[in-house]
Nanobody, 123 residues
């Protein structure tokens, strides 16, 4: 079993930055794809970014150029650096693990999920 714990969320003004962390325990995840998703009330969970074993990264168009996903395999941790934040980035952010080395933009392709961390961007 894999446990994921996100941290780093909070309240920030538009144009500011936050860095989310997702610490994994229970299994080494270096061979798996890891992703970040976000969700607002009444909407489906939305793909934000993913990183695969090779280190290749993938982003939603809405965050490309502003967000950066990275991982520290030694610490079994994945990060999401969020810069130039906008009010529309406000959401609960979740990290997730897909039990393959291939990424997906579909939330239902991921098996393990963290509890989420709230990000609020004020205008």
């Amino acid at each position: 079993q894999v446990q994921l714990v996100e941290s780093g969320g909070g309240l920030v003004q538009a144009g500011g930055s936050l860095r989310l962390s997702c610490a994994a325990s229970g299994r080494t995840l270096s061979n798996y794809a890891m992703g970040w998703f976000r969700q607002t009330p009444g909407k489906e969970r939305e793909f934000v970014a993913a990183i695969i074993r090779s280190g290749s990264t993938y982003y939603a168009d809405s965050v490309k150029g502003r967000f950066t996903i990275s991982r520290d395999n030694a610490k079994n941790t994945v990060f999401l650096q969020m810069n130039s934040l906008k009010p529309e980035d406000t959401a609960v952010y979740y990290c997730a693990v897909r039990r393959t080395s291939y990424y997906s933009t579909k939330y239902y392709d991921y098996t393990y999920w963290g509890q989420g961390t709230q990000v609020t961007v004020s205008s």
